[in-house]
């Protein structure tokens, strides 16, 4: 076939989107970038509405707004963490399941009905807040991809609005977090027999159980560090720290409640403790107590994150306010932001957000002043403190960064032929592409992979072909490389 277009210099590169790659320390090619980064999106759960809501980080925008469960169950959506892909799972604690909504502007949606469109919730009349009748009911959003059970002796996947077994807020899902692989860990609380699973990220098949209950933990929150290591929370003076590669637990003894918990880049995990009015730092290599501060009285730190600088953002839920301490525990402001901020998390831009309990407000950060920026009400009790933007996911337990373009061929008769990749791939590092075709670049053919040499198969003509690649270390430091990409059209 003839060229369509090669991708080979800085300024074809910058035709796309890049998100965790960049092209200043070596010009001319893509390699991961230093700094944390991640899609321009939060996740928060509306806890006492049973729906989470996903909002624009760049405007405070709700662009969409999906129920986790039927309206008629007490779901209680709380932990939102977001995968490699910027799709979101959510725990509903007060039904026993994990729901896996996937991000609409990136493809990751289902046309179960085979109408050819896509539905699903949007602001129809673009005033930023997602109505009632912007919300679809449970079953009919083809955003929502996946309902996964996690009640003992009712396990299971399921096609949202199909699950008739019944739920339980006993165990409920309280510790989520993604893997380097895509797939989810989700851990139980709430009774004798709590449990870890772990999750397909595809077919929300539960592919192992590990059952915690012998060490006396219960999971509250979670996050897996770049060894592939799980640290699970336990609203008791206690950690877990569970090794998938082996099953070996081992139990750490905080000497305070364990709440949120929060990873930096230097082999630190910080720890909220609540009650205790606590704040401590582990070393994830010695496993030690490296420091325990006082927050203040009455403070209660909950949700926690920790930016680039290492500074460590913590939701103080009865001051009112975010708290930025420093790597070694040192106050550097109290932010106040509105009534019980439940959790704090990093957005694309480097910028925390406080998600507020009680008055319902977002409000967005910034470092620089140590000031809110900006503010906004989304209707409903905001009871989270995950990974609500994927920045842990994509920058710390893992290192991934995507570039996505859409040519124009200029023919809206074009027939798409090979997409050829020149990438360097040291060993514990991949480069993955995948394309998806337009004839009006608003409806979009279901992504298809590329396999390098080999004709597209399933993607059909049209003018516009979007095409996106994912680069990931998965083991070591060295970055993979693209040096360009070339589109032939037949």
């Known amino acids: ?112 009905n085979g109408n050819g469109a896509i539905e699903t919730s949007k602001d129809l009349n673009n005033d930023g807040v997602i109505s009632d009748s912007e919300t679809l009911d449970w079953g009919k959003d083809e955003c929502v991809l996946l309902e996964t059970v996690v009640i003992e002796g009712k396990e299971g996947s399921y096609k949202p609005g199909k699950y008739t077994g019944g739920y339980s807020s006993r165990p409920g899902p309280r510790g989520i977090a993604i893997d380097s692989k895509n797939n989810l860990w989700a851990g139980t609380f709430g009774n004798s027999k709590n449990k870890y699973y772990y999750i397909n990220g595809k077919t929300g098949q539960i592919m192992k159980t590990v059952d915690v209950s012998s060490q006396g933990h219960a999971a509250y929150g979670a996050v897996i560090d770049r060894n592939g290591i799980l640290w699970s929370s336990s609203l008791s003076n206690s950690l877990l720290k569970f090794n998938p590669a082996d099953n070996s637990m081992k139990i750490i003894d905080v000497k305070h409640t364990t709440y949120g918990i929060a990873l930096d880049k230097n082999n630190h995990l910080f720890v909220a403790g609540w009650g205790h009015n606590k704040l401590s730092r582990i070393n994830i290599t010695t496993d030690k107590v490296e420091w325990t501060i006082s927050t203040g009285n009455r403070t209660y730190p909950k949700g926690l994150t920790v930016d680039d600088n290492g500074d460590v953002w913590v939701a103080h839920y009865y001051e009112d306010a975010v708290v930025r301490w420093s790597n070694d525990g040192k106050k550097k402001a109290t932010i106040k932001v ?134 990931q270390i998965t083991s070591g430091e060295v970055s993979s490389v693209l040096k360009d990409l070339t589109v032939q059209v037949k």
């Not at 979101?88 to 493809?107: A, H």
């Not at 998390?345 to 008055?359: F, L, Q, R, T």
């Open 1 to 112: 076939g003839s060229y369509g277009r090669i991708y080979t210099i800085d300024r074809d590169f910058d035709e796309g989107k890049l998100v965790g790659l960049e092209h200043k320390t070596v010009s001319n090619q893509l390699q991961l970038s230093k700094s944390s980064s991640t899609l321009p999106f939060i996740w928060v759960p509306n806890s006492n509405l049973g729906t989470i809501s996903k909002v624009d980080t760049k405007t405070g925008k709700e662009l969409g707004r999906y129920r986790t469960g039927p309206k008629s169950s007490s779901t209680n959506p709380s932990r939102t963490t977001v995968d490699l892909q910027g799709n979101c799972w959510v725990g509903n604690r007060g039904t026993g399941t994990v729901v896996k909504v996937g991000l609409y502007e990136n493809g990751q949606y289902e046309d179960r």
């Open 338 to 471: 509105g009534r019980q901020p439940s959790g704090v998390a990093i957005d694309a831009e480097g910028k925390p957000w406080s998600v507020n309990y009680s008055d319902q407000y977002l409000k967005r950060i910034n470092p620089a002043t140590n000031s809110v920026e900006l503010e906004k009400l989304i209707k409903g009790n905001h009871y989270s403190y995950s990974d609500m933007t994927g920045i842990v996911a994509r920058s710390m337990t893992t290192k991934i960064g995507t570039w996505t373009v859409v040519f124009n061929s200029k023919s809206s008769d074009t027939m798409w032929d090979t997409v050829k990749v020149t990438a360097e791939t040291p060993k514990g590092t991949s480069v993955i592409t995948k394309v998806r075709s337009s004839k009006d670049s608003k409806s979009w053919s279901p992504w298809e992979g590329v396999t390098q040499g080999a004709s597209l198969k399933k993607t059909p003509g049209g003018m516009y072909l979007e095409v996106e690649t994912t680069m």
